[in-house]
């Protein structure tokens, strides 16, 4: 079994990593597209900024899953933008996946630990500013078995911006793991949003540049409420060093208090380790409530 492990562990260094970033069903839904229209739960992961123009205290739980053995996320966060001028919110996922490469270790899986806490001020009438920290931890294992040593154990953080007007126009800017760690798991990245939203309306695009592997994503969607209740939504992910693109969509349905959200991205082309496209499909559902209103 050393030997095994041994052997397994310099199999395990050359493989490349996946990018450990996390985002709601709702912004899957929407393509990822979340850093200017976000609130709430969904600004907690898109653009921290975000939770200090929601007015509300929000609990929510969130499941994902690739339904091949692939990839599955549980996650929880609570997020209190209700009548503060300090905001904020805590957050913790959950994630079980198989590594990219599985040629040479079809059993070898990495489980993921990552713990997230953020704070948003507004600084006046519809702008913000908001930072969030995270502690991520992974391992690594085979048939069950963990390698040791694998894995690692990092600290990093984000920080964003967001301008909402009056006439529903919104402009974001959010940096990511912005320690600049060494680690392909967790890439700097720098991006901006523009969304609009008008009553039933509400549409947003994304860009964002990874500066480790210089890749470029083109993130972009749109939804529309139906009945004050229902929302249906689609969107689209593009990568324009590597060619991967995927679609999106998914539902919503809430009342004042409580709501859900289902969201799926299906990747159409592209290699398949494609960053932030690592998994071929993916679903997400999510309940939420906001209990103080």
Do not use: C
Request: charge should be negative; charged fraction near 20%; hydrophobic fraction near 40%.
């Amino acid at each position: 079994m050393r030997i095994d492990l041994t052997l397994a562990l310099v199999a395990w260094s050359a493989v490349p990593g996946v990018a450990l970033a996390y985002e709601t069903p709702k912004v899957l839904s929407l393509g990822g597209a979340g850093m200017a229209l976000s609130q709430g739960n969904n600004a907690f992961y898109s653009n921290p900024a975000g939770i200090a123009l929601g007015n509300y205290y929000s609990i929510e739980l969130a499941y994902f899953d690739d339904f091949q053995g692939d990839d599955r996320q549980v996650s929880a966060s609570i997020t209190d933008g209700f009548e503060k001028a300090l905001t904020g919110g805590v957050g913790y996922v959950y994630r079980d996946r198989r590594r990219q490469d599985r040629a040479p270790l079809p059993d070898l899986e990495a489980t993921e630990h990552r713990f997230d806490a953020a704070i948003a001020f507004q600084l006046a009438e519809g702008f913000a500013i908001g930072a969030s920290g995270r502690f991520v931890t992974t391992t690594d294992d085979i048939g069950g078995v963990d390698i040791d040593p694998s894995g690692f154990k990092e600290f990093t953080f984000d920080a964003g911006l967001m301008w909402r007007t009056s006439v529903g126009l919104s402009l974001a800017f959010v940096g990511t793991n912005l320690t600049d760690s060494d680690r392909p798991e967790l890439p700097m990245t720098v991006g901006g949003g523009i969304g609009f939203a008008y009553e039933i309306i509400n549409i947003e695009a994304d860009v964002r540049y990874d500066i480790q592997s210089k890749n470029t994503h083109i993130l972009g969607g749109a939804g529309v409420l139906i009945g004050e209740m229902f929302a249906v939504r689609a969107g689209f992910t593009y990568d324009t060093t590597t060619g991967a693109s995927a679609i999106s969509a998914g539902v919503g349905v809430a009342n004042k208090q409580f709501g859900a959200d289902l969201g799926f991205r299906q990747r159409i082309s592209g290699p398949t380790a494609a960053p932030g496209l690592n998994t071929e499909r993916l679903f997400g559902i999510s309940v939420h409530g906001m209990p103080f209103l």
